[in-house]
């Protein structure tokens, strides 16, 4: 079993940045892809990003390549999500995941911590 919190989200304005962490409780954190993914109202969850057991291997949504930041600490059971250029279509809640596989498909996840919410504004 695995818990996560995330923290670091807020209110920020187009073009900014925030960096958001995501820590896990248990002493299996590295035996776990890591993901985030988004909801926005009345939108389905989707995906952001992803990262293998080791870091190794890393998968980004096309609507974040090269603006988004994910990275993972297991030494300290930690994932985090650094967000630059921020787009008004950004806002959404950041849910991370502990999942088999870093892939962006939803059910591959077994744990999900309850979001954080960033705000976006023009």
């Known amino acids: 079993q695995v818990q996560l919190v995330e923290s670091g989200g807020g209110v920020v304005q187009a073009g900014g940045s925030l960096r958001l962490s995501c820590a896990a409780s248990?002493?299996?954190?590295?035996?776990?892809?890591m993901g985030w993914f988004r909801q926005a109202p009345g939108k389905e969850r989707e995906f952001v990003s992803a990262?293998?057991?080791?870091?190794?291997?890393?998968y980004y949504a096309d609507s974040v390549r090269g603006r988004f930041t994910i990275s993972r600490d297991n030494a300290k059971n930690t994932v985090s999500l650094q967000m630059n250029s921020l787009k008004l279509e950004d806002t959404a809640v950041y849910h991370c995941a502990a999942g088999r596989a870093a892939v962006p498909r939803v059910n591959e996840y077994d744990y999900w911590g309850q979001g954080t919410q960033v705000t976006v504004s023009s």
């Open positions: 248990g002493r299996t954190f590295s035996t776990y892809a």
């Open positions: 990262i293998s057991r080791s870091g190794g291997y890393i």
